[in-house]
């Protein structure tokens, strides 16, 4: 596990901890969206971990990483759903369909007929390998018609994919600052905008409380990695007395189930012992 000064914007806890801060969140992701998007961002209101929830049971709700909405006065005209991706095994533009069309579900209150009310969203999805392998630090997709492209179709939807590693299209300035995110320290601040990103990238590593916080954070992750040890000894075990069983025959269901609820890994290896020098599955069970 990285100590807290190796952390990079692509880190969760970082990302998080940068963006929930009220003081420096909204000025260091002016910056990283002004600079990414290259256009003016205006005042921001920024959430992290926002949940939104299924509409019914039984289905899936999402949660954004960082959900940033751009204001003017107290309309919102543009959300920004900003994704840090690390892990190559999603199907990133479904994942990505299914959150834009949850995130839009809120864009009006109900009764309103005026469509044109719905804010801007960006779906922002930063990644440290090559989503479509073409090798660009970008890739901007929109809504356009397939029999007249250049026909206007202005539903005010984008999803951008940056890589962190791509050297083709876009500028200097956003490469800088996608290295800048992938290695958020001192080497990579290398013009203006990478170099205020991370004065306040240092304030936040230096605050006593993330500190602490990382820490607290750390030991979650060792507890949860020590219980899917814990899990996957536990399934190795009961398959293996299993198997060893059902050479004598089909083992009884409820026999199955006792066996498969058992969650001390202690009184699963006797039990492996067990089943390892019995003749019999009702042999077995009486030496439970």
């Not at 007929?113 to 090559?130: G, M």
């Amino acid at each position: 596990m990285k100590t807290i000064d190796e952390l990079d914007l692509l880190d969760d806890y970082l990302n998080n901890a940068v963006a929930s801060n009220k003081e420096i969140g909204e000025l260091c992701y002016r910056r990283v969206l002004s600079v990414l998007l290259q256009k003016e961002i205006g005042k921001l209101r920024i959430v992290c971990q926002r949940t939104l929830p299924a509409f019914l049971p039984g289905l899936r709700g999402i949660r954004m990483d960082v959900e940033i909405k751009e204001l003017q006065g107290e309309k919102v005209t543009s959300v920004y759903d900003l994704e840090p991706h690390k892990q190559k095994n999603l199907n990133l533009p479904k994942h990505n369909r299914f959150y834009q069309a949850k995130i839009d579900s809120r864009g009006l209150k109900r009764g309103e007929k005026d469509f044109s009310k719905i804010p801007n969203l960006y779906v922002i999805t930063i990644t440290n390998f090559d989503p479509f392998g073409y090798d660009y630090m970008m890739y901007t997709i929109k809504n356009s018609c397939v029999e007249i492209p250049e026909l206007p179709y202005e539903d005010g939807l984008q999803f951008v994919y940056f890589n962190t590693k791509g050297r083709k299209g876009g500028s200097k300035a956003i490469q800088s600052m996608l290295t800048y995110m992938q290695d958020s320290n001192e080497e990579h601040a290398v013009d203006e905008a990478t170099r205020e990103v991370h004065s306040y990238v240092s304030r936040i590593k230096s605050m006593e409380e993330v500190r602490e916080g990382y820490m607290t954070f750390g030991d979650l992750i060792d507890m949860e990695r020590e219980e899917a040890a814990d899990t996957a000894i536990q399934k190795t075990k009961v398959m293996d007395i299993l198997e060893l069983l059902e050479e004598y025959g089909e083992v009884p269901e409820n026999l199955r189930e006792q066996i498969e609820a058992e969650t001390d890994v202690d009184t699963l290896k006797k039990w492996l012992k067990l089943a390892a020098r019995v003749e019999s599955i009702e042999e077995f069970r009486k030496g439970m």
